[in-house]
């Protein structure tokens, strides 16, 4: 799915599909490419980050379920940052609906 | 908490208290470092995240390995290329590696 | 000496080992079942992920403010403390004067942490630090 897509979405301001070392593949929206950047390399750290926590709990649950992890939102009072897989966008709170875009997400993080 | 006294730890730069939510409460830098108050208050909030994870990693090791001795924790320590944060309960310390003693730095932080 | 069995031969180190970064691979010396071991590699991993991702964040704010590379860290528990130097982990009991000797023996030998964290957790144990892990 092109990130385009996900950008016509209500609230989604920036979208950006990253590489494991934290490169930018593709990025639409306005947002500064220094800020992309940042985006990208937050967005990729803090993948490992969840995907170590989601380990953590299988490991001390027991629990199926945990891992392999999927995602991360953030929520702030008026913007929210959220991941699906190797994709990151930012969403304005007042306009997006967060289950649609974390489909979409999903979605396109599958392709 | 005596900040000033923090700073009389080896190599100590910088001494610290902060919320449970981890805000930089109060602080005392050395003159002549580079750490600012705002760049303190990014690292209180990563100690807090740092405490709880490690709390959870040593109540689940507890759990499911039997093995005591890690809880109640006492404290958390970054070590970075030339300096490291230790802290415990709600007070920090950044000292510098070369002089760093991190024993006497757990204890103090842990007395005051 | 190799690391582990020079911090093994100190009186108070309970175990100490290596671990890779999926917490996949590991080895170890001392009083861990293979399953401990196991665990505490993914522990280990965990710690460094997040440290080094905090360490990252600020740099991007405070350039060089002397905490890029991280080198390790230590959870310092009640009776028992857990500490890391690059790949290496040790679990020592609380004794005087161990914590400092322990760091102290681990920064020596295992030198300082250069800024690819992928190529250093590898770096021992092999593997591809290029392959994507999802």
């Known amino acids: 799915m092109s990130l385009r897509k996900i950008l016509v979405l ?26 992309m950047d940042r985006l990208a390399k937050f967005a990729q750290w803090y993948r490992r980050m969840v995907s170590s ?14 891992s392999p992890s999927q995602g991360w939102i953030v929520q702030g009072v008026g913007m ?21 875009i974390m489909q979409a997400l999903g979605e396109a993080a599958h392709e | 908490m005596d900040l000033q006294k923090m700073m009389d730890l080896p190599g100590a730069m910088a001494a610290f208290t902060y919320t449970d939510k981890g805000d930089l409460q109060s602080h005392v830098l050395r003159e002549g470092t580079e750490l600012t108050p705002q ?49 415990s309960g709600n007070c920090g310390v950044v000292v510098k590696n070369r002089d760093a003693d991190y024993e006497a730095t757990f204890t103090a932080l842990q007395a005051a | 000496m190799h690391i582990v069995k ?3 031969a ?7 080992g290596e671990f890779a970064y999926r917490g996949d691979r590991f080895s170890y010396e001392g009083a861990l079942t293979d399953e401990f071991a196991r665990m505490a590699s993914i522990l280990c991993r965990a ?39 690059g790949n290496y982990f040790a679990f020592i009991e609380n004794r005087e004067e161990l914590l ?35």
Request: glycine share 10%.
């Open chain 1, 10 to 35: 209500d609230g989604v301001t920036a979208v950006c599909r990253f590489r494991d070392d934290g490169v930018i593949m593709e990025a639409e929206g306005m947002l500064p490419p220094e800020l």
């Open chain 1, 53 to 66: 926590n989601t380990d953590l709990l299988s490991l001390f649950s027991q629990m199926r379920g945990w």
């Open chain 1, 80 to 100: 929210t940052v959220c991941s699906v897989g190797n994709t990151v966008c930012l969403v304005d709170n007042a306009q997006g609906s967060l289950n649609q």
């Open chain 2, 39 to 87: 760049v303190l208050d990014l690292l209180t909030h990563s100690c807090v995240a740092n405490l709880a994870i490690a709390c959870m990693e040593a109540r689940g090791w507890e759990m499911v390995t039997g093995q005591g001795g890690f809880q109640p924790l006492k404290g958390f320590s970054v070590v970075g290329l030339e300096w490291s944060v230790v802290v």
């Open chain 3, 6 to 8: 020079q911090l093994m």
């Open chain 3, 10 to 16: 100190i009186p108070g180190v309970i175990a100490a």
């Open chain 3, 47 to 85: 710690n460094t992920l997040s440290v080094n991702m905090e360490s990252e964040i600020f740099d991007s704010f405070a350039e060089n403010c002397g905490c890029r590379p991280v080198q390790g860290w230590i959870v310092h528990g009640a009776n028992v403390t857990v500490c890391a130097v």
């Open chain 3, 100 to 134: 400092n000797d322990v760091m102290t023996i681990m920064r020596a030998k295992v030198g300082d942490i250069q800024d690819d964290l992928l190529a250093n957790l590898y770096a021992r144990l092999g593997g591809d630090t290029k392959e994507a892990l999802y």
